[in-house]
């Protein structure tokens, strides 16, 4: 029995060893032997083994239909950790009430979340508090100015993610308000002072300003209800111009900073994600069009249409997108009330 055992543990090692390794003698088949065992049985315990995921948010929880939720589950299945499968996935949002984000980094614990994905500063450091690993998605600020990590060459701790070092493009943004207002002597500033990458980047910008000349208006908040109080400073102190450095309390807010700095004829400037508006396709369609209305005419000249009804004809789609513009607006007014909605109703 011992002999067949060991030739049947030696034909393995045969076929599975350059033929100078099985020369090495038993001891090292052994170990050859209790690695590759150990390999196979960790593969199945990976394969066994029910990976928990959750998305930690200041505001709304991240739907998993969401573009960048699909984005995160589609990247984990490729490399193995499928939904369904071996993985879970859970979304968590503090809805604008930071003041619970210990109770909710608490509960993922006690569920056993093995990594939680998080936006935004607040979100990050109750789950770096508190124990949980940790990877920084978006708007975190400067890590190593946060004191979040230690450096970028060697972090320690139990966060990773995106560095997000934007305290230079709030400062360009303040730059290109220089460019377009000369004049402008001084600017209100508008931060969530409690988000300490945010504070940074205002700091950044406030010291940019003073450089330029130009006199801030520091105009902190911390919850929705501070920004009528930030615009009744505007009004008793009216600035020239408004820079507003975003995050998950001022992208809430956003409709009402802009509605008051369009009442106010007050020139502003906002992050990109509060002014994206989709140019870009705008402009590409735009083109497009360009090129083939001619193309379009001459077919229709060709076979003998009368060039007042093609005229017509290309007034068509002038009015289609003119329905579409109003259309549009009707729906952008509506989002934009329902985020302020539920911003006041964070309070």
């Not at 209305?293 to 001459?298: A, D, Q, T, W």
Request: aromatic letters at 6%; hydrophobic letters at 45%.
């Amino acid at each position: 029995m011992g002999a067949t055992r060991g030739s049947a543990w030696g034909s393995f090692l045969w076929h599975t060893l350059p033929q100078a390794e099985c020369r090495l003698g038993a001891r090292m088949k052994r170990r050859v032997l209790m690695g590759l065992l150990g390999a196979s049985v960790a593969s199945r315990a990976f394969a066994q083994r029910i990976f928990h995921l959750a998305t930690l948010t200041p505001t709304l929880p991240m739907d998993p239909k969401a573009p960048p939720a699909r984005f995160l589950l589609a990247t984990l299945a490729k490399h193995g950790y499928r939904l369904g499968e071996n993985l879970t996935y859970e979304s968590v949002g503090a809805r604008g009430e930071t003041g619970k984000l210990p109770e909710l980094v608490a509960a993922l614990k006690s569920r056993g979340v093995d990594v939680v994905v998080t936006t935004g500063y607040p979100t990050t450091m109750a789950a770096q508090q508190a124990g949980l690993p940790t990877v920084v998605a978006q708007g975190a600020g400067d890590p190593v100015a946060t004191k979040m990590v230690t450096s970028l060459a060697h972090p320690g701790g139990n966060v990773t993610g995106i560095s997000d070092i934007a305290t230079t493009l709030s400062i360009k943004r303040l730059s290109l308000l220089k460019e377009l207002l000369p004049g402008m002597k001084k600017v209100a500033m508008l931060w969530n002072r409690d988000d300490l990458g945010m504070s940074l980047r205002y700091k950044a910008s406030a010291d940019a300003a003073q450089g330029m000349g130009i006199s801030v208006q520091a105009l902190g908040v911390r919850e929705p209800d501070d920004f009528e109080g930030v615009f009744e400073a505007m009004k008793r102190e009216p600035p020239d111009a408004i820079l507003m450095v975003s995050d998950a309390l001022t992208m809430l807010n956003r409709k009402r900073v802009i509605d008051y700095a369009a009442a106010a004829r007050l020139p502003a400037i906002y992050p990109t994600e509060v002014r994206s508006t989709g140019i870009g396709w705008a402009l590409g369609v735009g083109r497009l069009g360009g090129i083939l209305g001619p193309v379009i005419g001459g077919m229709l000249l060709g076979i003998g249409l009368p060039p007042h009804d093609v005229l017509l004809f290309a007034a068509g789609p002038a009015l289609v997108t003119a329905a579409l513009v109003v259309w549009l607006g009707f729906v952008s007014r509506n989002a934009l009330a329902r985020s302020s909605t539920l911003a006041r109703s964070f309070d």
